[in-house]
């Protein structure tokens, strides 16, 4: 199977973007890294993309000010490299149409809630916290043009315990993070997920000989 081209957009710290990159040189992963963007050229996550010797695109935010520009850029550089699947690992911009078109369908992203509980902010793990849920967790999903909102591809739960605060809570999280999105990223790379309405359904492995189906 030739590997899935997989093109990663940070802005932080990018301990997402590592566990990815920690699974693919295990060998767990039938993708590659082609191409780490970033908004943000002071990025932890860029250092560790060149540390793992992967092309880095900078939109920085100071450089270029209008968001349409950055993701412009994000996209050439996407399209140069020849990205197949989008993930947003802390990525802390919406996204624009020219990147939903462009990657209709084929864009991850790892929210650290369970949706639909918690999304459209930025302090998901705080907010869940202050209203005083005793489960909290992540989410994967297909990204759509409303913001935290699209198809649930996977989920995982935590607990949450008296003696939490918001850093240790998002540690937990992080945790099931790191397992949730390489996880994700293979089952795209299998072609394991299937677009039933808003459902994603997970295929079984297929057998050497089946046919070619269905999927995103
Ligand atoms: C994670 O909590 C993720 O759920 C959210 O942003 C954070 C990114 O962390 N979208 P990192 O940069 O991958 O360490």
Do not use: W
């Not at 050229?41 to 695109?57: C, F, H, K, L, T």
């Not at 039933?196 to 359904?201: A, H, L, T």
């Amino acid at each position: 199977m030739s590997r899935l081209r997989v093109g990663v957009l940070v802005s932080g710290r990018g301990s997402n973007l590592q566990a990815i990159l920690d699974a693919i040189a295990r060998g767990e992963l039938s993708a590659e890294v082609v191409l780490v963007g970033s908004n943000r050229a002071d990025a932890m996550a860029v250092e560790r993309a060149r540390q793992a010797g992967v092309a880095v695109a900078i939109a920085d935010r100071a450089e270029l000010t209008r968001r349409a520009d950055r993701q412009a850029r994000l996209l050439q550089a996407l399209e140069e490299r020849g990205a197949e699947l989008l993930v947003l690992a802390g990525f802390d911009e919406i996204l624009g149409q020219a990147l939903l078109e462009r990657f209709n369908a084929r864009i991850l992203n790892i929210h650290p809630s369970l949706l639909p509980a918690f999304g459209g902010g930025m302090h998901a793990v705080r907010d869940a916290l202050e209203h005083g849920v005793k489960v909290s967790g992540c989410t994967v999903h297909l990204v759509t043009s409303h913001v935290d909102q699209g198809p649930i591809v996977l989920q995982a739960a935590v607990p949450v315990y008296d003696e939490d605060d918001e850093a240790s809570l998002a540690a937990r999280i992080l945790e099931q993070e790191h397992r949730l999105l390489p996880q994700a990223v293979q089952l795209f790379a299998e072609r394991r997920l299937a677009l039933e309405g808003r459902r994603v359904r997970i295929l079984p492995a297929p057998a050497l000989s089946q046919p070619p189906r269905q999927t995103i």
